[in-house]
């Protein structure tokens, strides 16, 4: 009995050891970019994979969308303002044989691309740009990335900028600018507004000025206004009408 046991003993072991090395079992997510003796032979997955142990290879791919956050980078705007602006991006593995075959490490690859990408990109628009458009940005770098990124196998879904730091002074500087602006425009309404009362008053006064009866009751509507401020003096103007008439009624005496 010992010596049977003593002979199946090392062919469980290596039996064990020989399906541990061929069983892989992937999840719906992942897939096996499998080499023989250093060629690739193909993808596989999900499920149970069998590998022939010592002769084939497997290298494990993720297919979900991967969270890349892009360190904050040093930008000089068209404008010439120096901000630091990061970003997030989006992408997945869409073809994990040329993710793993065409180039060495995609994560890095694609963080540097990124990178000089976006340093790239808003150094080309100015400041102001890069603060209420950055919608257009982000698509724009989107572009530029997924192009590059196709001959990897990965998909770039969506970039995100999420914040542009500017210095003080430069804060300070917009704060300025902004508040001349608010002058201007409350200047710019209150000119308008003038142009447009000046205007009224000139019409009104060329109709005052073809009916003298509706002069008359201008007169006497400025009275009763002025009557009822309760003044000690009252100065009114004196029709010139009535002055004309007078004035016949002495020449003819």
């Not at 290298?59 to 901000?83: E, G, M």
């Not at 989006?90 to 040329?98: G, L, S």
């Not at 572009?143 to 196709?150: F, K, R, S």
Request: no cysteine; charged share 25%.
């Amino acid at each position: 009995m010992l010596p049977n046991l003593a002979f199946y003993a090392p062919v469980a072991i290596l039996l064990l050891v020989f399906l541990s090395a061929a069983i892989r079992i992937l999840r719906e997510y992942q897939r096996g970019v499998v080499f023989t003796l250093g060629r690739f032979t193909g993808v596989k997955g999900p499920g149970l994979i069998l590998l022939v142990p010592f002769v084939q290879q497997m290298v494990r791919t993720d297919l979900r969308t991967t969270v890349l956050d892009v360190p904050p980078q040093d930008v000089i705007s068209h404008d010439n303002v120096s901000v630091r602006v990061n970003a997030v991006i989006y992408f997945r593995i869409i073809d994990p044989e040329k993710a793993i075959i065409q180039v060495e490490d995609f994560l890095n690859a694609t963080s540097q691309l990124a990178q000089t990408t976006l340093r790239s990109v808003l150094g080309k628009h100015e400041l102001d740009e890069m603060l209420a458009e950055r919608d257009r940005l982000n698509s724009d770098i989107q572009e530029i990335l997924d192009a590059h990124t196709a001959a990897w196998g990965i998909k770039v879904g969506n970039v995100e900028i999420k914040q542009v730091d500017i210095t003080e002074t430069m804060i300070r500087a917009i704060a300025r600018q902004a508040e001349a602006e608010r002058e201007r425009r409350a200047k710019v309404i209150n000119a308008e507004g003038e142009q447009q009362a000046a205007q009224k008053l000139l019409e009104a006064a060329t109709i005052l000025g073809q009916r003298p009866e509706a002069m008359q009751l201008r007169y006497l509507g400025t009275l009763n206004f002025i009557a009822g401020d309760k003044n000690s003096t009252i100065v009114f103007p004196f029709p010139m009408e009535l002055a004309k008439l007078l004035q016949t009624m002495a020449l003819r005496e």
